[in-house]
């Protein structure tokens, strides 16, 4: 892609929202921020139920409080990391610092596999705490639906960050592999303020021809006797 660094041009172009918001990472990182909302809404909503002899409530996960709080601690920290990126990603192409963008870069590939990992492990957990959830336990079957919900979102949600991840690692080989930009690279308009000034060369004063020509006639008017200057004979 010409022009291009780590997928995005030379600093200073101008936010272009109906391009970013068709770029397939903008799209991810928008369904993956909607997943944690579901995730985190349908736990933390329905997902607490008691036996009718009780009054206190417990996780509907086999009354297991780790369950829950797990989903609901993934469901806030992903939906916080999304919009972080979400942010990272409009002031991108404001980045001047090719080494800026690589960081950048390598923070989107690893932050997008851990989530993965972690919504990984965090359906397995769910999902076997759900198997084995016992009847009794929940008689009337309360908030299975919204229970069923936070299990399938937490798995789409490993692919939604795996494609992200994987998108991000595409744009560092892009920034990696590209001959167009070194990684001292800054801004055109911070390197014009900076930079030296040049040398005069309209005049003709330093040009050597007439350098030569003005010493030799600084030289001829000196030793030359028309000019002034007597031989003085001791």
């Not at 206190?56 to 369950?67: K, V």
């Not at 990272?88 to 870069?105: E, G, H, M, N, T």
């Not at 084995?132 to 960050?161: C, H, Q, Y």
Request: proline share 3%; net charge negative; hydrophobic share 40%.
């Amino acid at each position: 892609m010409e022009g291009m660094a780590y997928g995005a041009g030379k600093a200073g172009g101008a936010f272009d929202p109906i391009t970013f918001f068709r770029q397939p990472q903008t799209i991810l990182r928008i369904v993956s921020w909607l997943f944690s909302i579901v995730i985190f809404g349908c736990i933390a909503n329905e997902g607490y139920v008691n036996r009718p002899n009780e009054v206190e409530e417990f996780c509907i996960f086999n009354r297991n409080q780790n369950a829950c709080n797990y989903g609901v601690t993934m469901g806030t920290l992903t939906f916080l990391c999304c919009v972080a990126f979400l942010a990272l990603d409009i002031y991108f192409p404001q980045i001047s610092s090719v080494k800026d963008r690589k960081k950048a870069v390598l923070a989107d590939v690893g932050v997008s596999a851990f989530w993965s990992f972690m919504w990984f492990v965090g359906f397995c957990f769910l999902a076997n705490q759900w198997q084995v959830s016992k009847r009794e336990d929940n008689p009337l079957r309360e908030g299975g639906d919204a229970a069923r919900a936070a299990i399938t979102f937490s798995f789409f949600s490993i692919f939604t960050w795996v494609g992200q991840a994987f998108l991000a690692f595409q744009r560092y080989k892009l920034g990696s592999d590209s001959a167009l930009f070194s990684q001292d690279y800054t801004d055109p308009s911070q390197d014009a303020a900076s930079a030296p000034y040049s040398s005069y060369a309209g005049g003709d004063l330093d040009s050597p021809s007439n350098s030569g020509s003005y010493q030799q006639a600084h030289n001829d008017a000196a030793f030359d006797g028309s000019a002034g200057y007597q031989r003085q004979d001791y």
